[in-house]
């Protein structure tokens, strides 16, 4: 990752393309590819569809970094109700075991991926009283407490599953109203964004509580992703509703930003942290803009300018960046998925 400070520069250097026959939202890297590719070095990709209506689809990529190509592998890609709003694959897998994929929606879902097939092992409902769930609206998977996922919900609550047994560790009114993203920090601390407009940090050694370190600044605009950074947990990033900001938090001074970035061109819609740099994060837009951006010491007085910055074809909806390849990150826009070096 170059690093300019004066300028930024392109990221054009290697870029793979995947093209979907319909539009592309959510996706997620493996950490292992067992019992999936011949080739162990291969990254397994899962992307899924964003078709309105009730019949989506989950499709499963190998990519091979060598010839820098994209394969769709036909046996493990399946039908999935409803767009997900998420798809994660388990953070810390054995090497040896078939990777578990979940994904949400209507309800959260664990799929195992094996040679020739992939199985649905558990459907969970986040309703005690109903056989329908409030829409999910985004699921975070504990890489310390591996059996351990968190999800949020339009109901204003957030959900603890415990995936071995099935059962839900704890459910908890989070927010005023809708909750959209949720963020595991430690392995009983997670963090989640509303419709309220404010951060929420939660320890599950206290659920009685919580501590809100972030409130927009505009009333009732609503904060839409969180991203907790694993590499440094002090910091945390957030993004508004329809804002061009992207929002650096240091839960250690709750309220104040320690940073701000906002040369993109319109709304921000996801971000990511670098998994192998407590200092870098990705952010992507509406204004079809990919930009990598390094935590300044101290702001100057005309504000950040990015590090790499990459332009899509369209507006991108979705970014990922690979923990087991660190220089590669994903973007979905259109009916596209892109990989980027960086």
């Known amino acids: 990752m170059e690093n300019s400070a004066q300028e930024s520069h392109h990221l054009a250097n290697n870029i793979v393309t995947y093209d979907s026959p319909y539009p592309l939202y959510s996706m997620s890297f493996s950490l292992s590819s067992a019992g999936i590719s011949r080739r162990s070095t291969d990254q397994i990709i899962a992307v899924g569809s964003f078709i309105e209506e009730y019949n989506n689809r989950v499709d499963i990529l190998s990519f091979d970094d060598e010839t820098l190509s994209l394969t769709l592998t036909p046996n493990l890609s399946f039908p999935h109700p409803y767009p997900p709003t998420k798809l994660m694959f388990q953070p810390s897998s054995s090497s040896s075991s ?4 979940a994904s949400s929606a209507d309800f959260l879902r664990l799929y195992s991926l094996k040679n020739d097939s992939t199985e649905l092992v558990s459907l969970l409902n986040n309703s005690k009283s109903s056989d329908f769930s409030a829409p999910l609206t985004s699921f975070d998977w504990n890489d310390m407490v591996p059996q351990r996922i968190g999800t949020s919900s339009i109901d204003t609550t957030c959900t603890i599953w415990d995936i071995e047994k099935c059962v839900v560790e704890t459910q908890l009114i989070a927010h005023d109203k809708e909750v959209y993203d949720i963020a595991w920090g430690e392995a ?19 659920k009685e509580h919580s501590t809100i370190v972030y409130e927009s600044p505009e009333p009732d605009t609503p904060l839409l992703r969180l ?7 002090r910091y945390m990033a957030t993004t508004l509703m329809d804002s061009n900001r992207v929002v650096i938090l240091d839960i250690r001074s709750p309220t104040m930003p320690v940073a701000e970035f ?7 819609n996801a971000v990511a942290w670098a998994p ?17 951006w390094e935590l300044p010491n101290v702001a100057g007085p005309n504000g950040i300018d990015p590090l790499s910055m990459y332009s899509a074809e369209s507006e991108i909806n979705q970014l990922q960046w690979s923990a087991a390849q660190p220089e590669w990150i994903s973007i979905a826009f259109s009916n596209k998925l892109q990989l980027l070096r960086v």
């Open 188 to 206: 009983g601390v997670f963090a989640s964004v509303s419709a309220d407009g404010s951060v929420r940090i939660f320890d599950l050694r206290d």
């Open 262 to 268: 906002d040369r993109h061109q319109a709304g921000v």
């Open 227 to 233: 991203a907790w950074n694993k590499q440094d947990l």
């Open 98 to 101: 078939p990777p578990l994929l």
């Open 276 to 292: 192998q740099s407590g200092r870098h994060i990705c952010s992507v837009g509406d204004d079809a803009q990919a930009l990598i």
